[in-house]
């Protein structure tokens, strides 16, 4: 079957002006979304992976500045199919056609986006109204029929509940159903699970992948932490300081990295044969970002980098159709370097377990 394009990133440079002075916080960001698909954006606190869907919501803050760049979406509005430059539109323009309506956003703490003044069945039935203006009765229906749909027993009675008689797990769930309730065609899911703990994160990715099947919506899946990434993602972007440095199919991320940064990433992944203690961490931190970047800015925290690493910015080089990387490593000119032998060992053994 034919993927079909929903979304696409293209050159985005974000910068903030702080009273330090301005941070290019996003650096020429390039990702594509393909429709009922899922990319998981991974990577360390303060690579950009919010600020990046900030903006494809267009909810930016004011000190923020777009450099460069756009965010190409493509909907039907009704009558035909049409593809939008977001970053074109005005922020009132975005808030009635786009976010909350086409687009949905999850975040991580489910306190921050629910109304603790108004009941779920109200905060559920809302936008629908507002998008749609669907009648009352139908849309109390349809939020009933949602809270069943993310697993909330009894939803006739949950409907009258407040978020505050509500355990984390189950406001998540209702942040969820009022994400779905206008029929978005993308889902953003930013850290969903980050506040929650480990059983209730599991349940959570669970339903957003079974929604996902039901619905062939597509997810953007924000993560810090490569071990969600392997249960939803079809595809992996990594991102470091402002970029997207690797990216390529979960198999291809999980099992064929080739990035060091990536190396890194998945060494950090705790498993089950590895004590506490003895877990790997990345040397060093990322760069400053109210400096210019010379050259990769991986580079001081790589143990493999070249000379030309301080020099040049690599640029993306493909490895397959569907997986590239940016790393002057996988320039033909340059030395053979595997990933680490006890990397290299994980994987295997990740192999012979069947995933
Ligand atoms: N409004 C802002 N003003 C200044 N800096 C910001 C602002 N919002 C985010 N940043 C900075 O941008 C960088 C990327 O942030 P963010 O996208 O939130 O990272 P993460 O990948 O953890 O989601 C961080 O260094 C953060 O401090
Ligand atoms: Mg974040």
Redesign the pocket.
């Known amino acids: 079957m034919e993927r079909k394009k929903i979304l696409e990133v293209k050159d985005l440079s974000i910068s ?3 009273s330090a002075g301005e ?1 290019n ?1 996003i650096r020429g960001m390039n990702l594509s979304l393909y429709k009922g698909e899922t990319v998981a954006i991974v ?10 869907v ?1 903006a494809i919501m267009g909810i930016l ?1 004011n ?2 500045k777009i450099n460069s760049g756009s965010i190409e979406y493509t909907y039907n509005n009704g009558t035909k199919e049409v593809t939008e430059d977001i970053l074109k539109l005005k922020k009132s323009e975005i808030r009635k056609r786009i976010n909350g309506k086409r687009i949905a956003m999850v975040f991580q703490d489910p306190m921050t986006s629910l109304n603790p003044t108004m009941s779920v069945g109200a905060q559920i039935m809302e936008g629908m109204i507002y998008h749609y203006k669907t009648p009352k009765k139908e849309a109390y229906e349809k939020a009933v029929n949602l809270l069943e749909l993310v697993g909330i027993t009894d939803p006739e009675k949950r409907m009258k509940n407040y978020p505050h008689q509500l355990s984390g797990g189950m406001r998540q769930r209702v942040v969820i159903a009022i994400a779905l309730a206008c029929d978005p065609d993308l889902l953003i899911c ?1 850290e969903p699970t980050t506040a929650l703990d480990v059983t209730i994160q599991s349940k959570i990715l669970e339903l957003i992948k079974d929604i996902q099947a039901k619905t062939g919506i597509s997810v953007i899946y ?1 993560t ?1 932490d490569l071990g969600v990434v392997a249960k939803v993602a079809d595809y992996v972007a990594v ?1 470091y300081a ?1 970029k997207i440095v690797e990216k390529g199919t979960t198999d291809e991320i999980f099992y064929e990295p080739r990035h060091p940064y990536t190396w890194g990433l998945l060494s950090a992944m705790p498993d089950l044969n590895t004590e506490d203690d003895k877990l790997y961490t990345i040397p060093g931190s990322p760069p400053n ?1 109210l400096h210019q970047v010379q050259g990769d800015s991986f580079a001081p925290r790589n143990i493999f980098a070249l000379n030309i690493d301080y020099r040049k910015e690599p640029p993306m080089f493909q490895i397959s159709e569907t997986h590239y990387a940016a790393t002057w490593l996988l320039h033909e000119k340059a030395p053979k370097i595997e990933m680490p032998a006890e990397l290299k060992n994980r994987i295997n053994i990740m192999l012979q377990e069947g995933k």
Not at 43 to 52: A, C, D, I, L
């Open positions: 903030f002006k702080t941070v916080v990577g360390e606190s303060g690579s950009g992976k919010s600020v990046t900030k803050s000190n923020g930013d924000i810090h991102m402002g970002l």
